[in-house]
């Protein structure tokens, strides 16, 4: 009865120390990673209960649906069907086409790159973070630094990757860079996430460029960080400002980041030099940006 713990303050003070201890193995010296990954391992059945409620109304709802809905359904999925099948026929010919060039240039290059399909099961509370969790993970051969893409563009980067999910950096993130170029005339520039799933800007422009609003930005593949040719982002507005020497240029993302639900991870060439990223965390704005801009110069 009469035994007494320490005093709150020093109790306090402990947890302060460990605290800051933590923060500092974990950002300098890179020793939690693995918890990290435990426990967002841990946290997988958080992910699923969460999105739960979506899937039981989906299938609720599919109940009620009556013959002549799921008919006119069908009609329409077979007739996409029929015009994607006629792009693939197509495709598949000016991709057997290109790769016989490639051969015949010596390249080791491949037009298709390996994907996975994946669905997004978490989304981060924090308006300041741009992150989204899908269900693939290291069992089925994700990394930190692929790149996710949804049906219109890409959409970020793993960052970090627990046995059964995976945590998805978002173009949008402020801290989020990616080397594009434009398909029209092939000017490079770095596109940065502003933090609004809406807006991107593109920076590194000068006031001579040949850029338009409308131009199609896709990613250059400096760097290695992502595949080339995807598309990032379309321009929507240039400013120009006098006596400054580069413009200001927003563009809007091509993925639809806050409505997608399926996702496709890319796996690089098994002949390609593998990703680096900085302390597990994928590639930061500075980091793309600089790597970008060294490719431009060689």
């Known amino acids: 009865m009469f035994v007494q713990g320490p005093v709150p303050g020093f109790r ?36 699923w209960l969460g999105n739960a409620p979506y899937e039981f109304s989906d299938w609720f709802a599919g109940l009620f649906e009556n013959k002549q809905d799921l008919q006119e359904d069908n009609e329409d999925l ?6 994607l099948e006629r792009r693939a026929l197509k495709y598949a010919a000016l991709a057997s086409e290109n790769n016989e060039l490639r051969r015949l240039m010596n390249s080791s290059e491949v037009l298709d790159d390996r994907v996975i399909v994946g669905e997004v099961v978490g989304v981060s509370p924090d308006p300041f973070s741009h992150e989204i969790i899908i269900n693939k993970g290291r069992s089925d051969g994700l990394s930190p630094g692929q790149a996710i893409l949804d049906a219109h563009g890409l959409m970020g980067q793993v960052v970090q990757s627990s046995q059964i999910t995976s945590r998805v950096l978002l173009v949008s993130d402020s801290s989020h860079a990616v080397p594009v170029e434009v398909v029209r005339n092939g000017l490079r520039a770095i596109l ?29 593949g400096l760097g290695g960080r992502f595949p080339r040719g995807y598309p990032v982002a379309e321009v ?11 413009v200001s240029i927003e563009a809007t993302p091509k993925a639809q980041l806050n409505q997608s639900r399926l996702v496709l ?6 002949n390609a030099a593998p990703i680096e990223t900085d302390e ?16 431009g110069q060689d």
């Open 236 to 246: 929507s507005r240039i400013s120009k400002e006098p006596g400054e020497p580069f």
């Open 12 to 47: 306090l003070l402990i947890v302060l120390l460990v605290s800051a201890a933590l923060v500092v193995a974990d950002a300098r010296f890179d020793k939690l990673s693995t918890v990290r990954s435990t426990i967002a391992t841990g946290l997988a059945p958080v992910y």
């Open 192 to 220: 940065l996430g502003t933090g609004d799933t809406d807006t991107l800007d593109l920076v590194h422009v000068p006031d001579t460029a040949d850029i338009r609003e409308g131009d199609l930005l896709v990613s250059s």
């Open 280 to 295: 597990g965390e994928g590639a930061s704005a500075a980091n793309v940006a600089e790597d970008a801009s060294q490719g």
């Open 265 to 270: 991870v890319v796996f690089p060439p098994e």
């Open 78 to 83: 077979r007739a996409r069907l029929l015009i």
